[in-house]
């Protein structure tokens, strides 16, 4: 069973930033690639955005120019920036490794005033 560790949620004011940890117990050998989902309360979850090993980048439209994803070794990153209240959501660290995926417990991200 692999448990990913995620860190870094919390609470941010409109315009404000937070930076998403997620660090993956596996060996580099036979990652597929990394990436970042969230679920609203009533919503389904949803890809926010995903690395591969090569370093190619995928967002969704709705995060493109403020949030950043980026790896190192097994650990992925997400830097998100001028966050809007509508980025409210449990986010989940995804890793796919030797073509299975693997789920983080998620970690809250609250964006009010």
């Known amino acids: 069973q692999v448990q990913l560790v995620e860190s870094g949620g919390g609470l941010a004011q409109p315009g404000g930033s937070l930076k998403l940890s997620c660090v993956a117990p596996v060996t580099i050998l036979g990652l597929n690639g990394m990436g970042w989902y969230r679920q609203a309360p009533g919503k389904q979850r949803e890809l926010v955005a995903s690395?591969?090993?090569?370093?190619s980048t995928n967002y969704a439209d709705y995060v493109k120019g403020r949030f950043t994803i980026s790896r190192e070794k097994t650990t992925v990153y997400l830097q998100m920036n001028s966050l809007k209240p509508e980025d409210t959501a449990v986010y989940f660290c995804?890793?796919?490794?030797?073509?299975?995926?693997?789920w983080g417990r998620g970690t809250q991200v609250t964006v009010s005033s």
């Open positions: 690395i591969t090993p090569t370093g």
């Open positions: 995804n890793l796919r490794w030797l073509n299975r995926d693997y």
